[in-house]
């Protein structure tokens, strides 16, 4: 896992709609509906305009946890933690 540093504020949308920031490596709590959303993060610092997305078809009653985190290529992206 790469590591981006420290201080990094990682801007979090849900569905194309801002959904808050949150440290590098902390967690972001917050509520969806059922059925498909798309998640994307971006460091406040990037020289990348692009966020990194992933696709979640969210269930009624399920609990995800997601960390912002470095991936193996030194991009931002979100792990998976269920």
Request: zero cysteines; glycine letters at 14%; proline letters at 6%.
């Amino acid at each position: 896992m790469a590591n981006l540093g420290v201080n990094v504020i990682v801007q979090l949308s849900i569905d194309g709609k801002p959904a808050g920031s949150l440290g590098y490596g902390h967690t972001y709590q917050g509520t969806l509906t059922p059925g498909r959303h798309v998640l994307a993060v971006r460091a406040t610092r990037s020289l990348s305009p692009v966020p990194w997305e992933m696709a979640l078809n969210a269930q009624s009653g399920q609990t995800y946890i997601f960390t912002a985190q470095g991936g193996p290529s030194g991009n931002l992206v979100l792990a998976s933690g269920f």
